[in-house]
């Protein structure tokens, strides 16, 4: 069975507007971390945002947040007011501890943004 | 910027030749990491290691091994190359506190013919 499982394979979005990018995990552990990683097109892989699986709250840095429902096993990329520079491949990520903390990470949805 | 670079950033080589891939990092940080990155595929783990001459195996460790004699460098051998190890080969690093996140080196793209 896929760890971590995102359903979009390409997405378009308005500048300005916001986009939400699903990304859902399958763990037995109840120690576990999510993450979300950017991808743009020259090639390099840039971290964005951590989700631990005992925080009560919705991490958030800067236009990212991530929704995280723990019942639906679901860690949902919200990026508001889009820019063109969003335009990238974004992964979801999860660390499992009893895996010996390995790192596990969906295909990628690609994300346009129109000007 | 985690200072990780890797060597050699593009290589062509032919099949059944064995290919070394380094990843040095100066950061002293204690999880190095191999993955391989194929459309469709995202990014997969070949293997990892936890400390200095401390590797596991990841989901794809078939055909490639790794050797960890200093904390700042990590080395992936392809014993004897094959096509199917035509890829993009990214290292990680992290370190075991807080989020434990990941950062990556800029990529190897490995041609294998």
């Known amino acids: 069975a896929q760890k971590i499982t995102q359903t979009q394979p390409g997405m378009f979005v308005q500048e300005k507007e916001a986009v939400t990018l699903d990304c859902t995990y399958d763990?037995?552990?109840?120690?576990?971390?999510l993450f979300w990683y950017k991808q743009p097109s020259s090639g390099e892989m840039i971290f964005l945002i951590y989700q631990g699986s005992y925080d009560e709250q919705n991490a958030t840095e800067g236009r990212y947040s991530l929704n995280f429902q723990k019942a639906r096993k679901s860690a949902n990329l919200v990026i508001s007011a889009s820019q063109l520079g969003d335009s990238a491949m974004y992964f979801c990520a999860m660390r499992e501890v009893n895996t010996g903390n390995q790192f596990y990470f969906g295909t990628g949805t690609s994300l346009t943004v129109i000007p | 910027d985690a200072g990780i670079t890797q060597s050699p950033r593009h290589k062509v080589t032919e099949t059944g030749t064995p290919v070394t891939l380094r990843c040095h990092q100066t950061?002293?940080?204690?999880?190095m990491y191999w993955y391989r990155q194929d459309p469709g595929h995202g990014l997969r783990l070949i293997h990892y290691?936890?400390?200095?001459?401390?590797?596991d195996k990841g989901e794809v460790s078939d055909g490639y091994s790794v050797s960890r004699s200093k904390t700042e460098d990590f080395l992936l051998t392809l014993e004897s190359a094959t096509s199917s190890q035509t890829s993009v080969y990214f290292c990680?690093?992290?370190?075991?506190?807080?989020?434990?996140?990941?950062?990556f080196g800029p990529g190897t793209r490995l041609t294998v013919l």
């Open positions: 990680a690093i992290s370190e075991p506190k807080g989020a434990y996140e990941q950062f």
């Open positions: 950061e002293n940080h204690r999880y």
């Open positions: 290691s936890y400390g200095v001459k401390d590797t």
């Open positions: 763990t037995s552990d109840q120690s576990y971390g």
